[in-house]
């Protein structure tokens, strides 16, 4: 429950650095955090289910376990949150 707790937090981190990179993308703050969340949740599920980030419970909260969870949550988040503010630019146009 921790890993994914940590996926969750530093996939809204993730958005929103990723929204203050790329301003024309951005979807603004509120829009950044719920992409990075929804990214964050996603990319550390997928990657834990692949084997790279190590969510595992009975592995308990070491550095390595902690990292990953940190690393998966945040490019999954600025990810998502790039490939909705796309969308949301080429539908404007």
Do not use: E, H, Q
Not at 3 to 27: D, F, Q
């Amino acid at each position: 429950m921790i890993p994914l707790i940590i996926s969750l937090v530093s996939g809204a981190l993730g958005g929103n650095v990723a929204g203050a990179l790329m301003k024309n993308l951005s979807l603004g703050t509120l829009g950044n955090s719920i992409a990075g969340i929804l990214g964050g949740g996603l990319g550390g599920s997928i990657l834990g289910m692949l084997g790279i980030a190590t969510g595992d419970a009975s592995a308990g909260l070491d550095v390595a376990n902690i990292l990953g969870s940190v690393a998966s949550g945040g490019v999954g988040g600025g990810a998502l949150m790039a490939i909705i503010g796309l969308i949301k630019s080429m539908m404007g146009k």
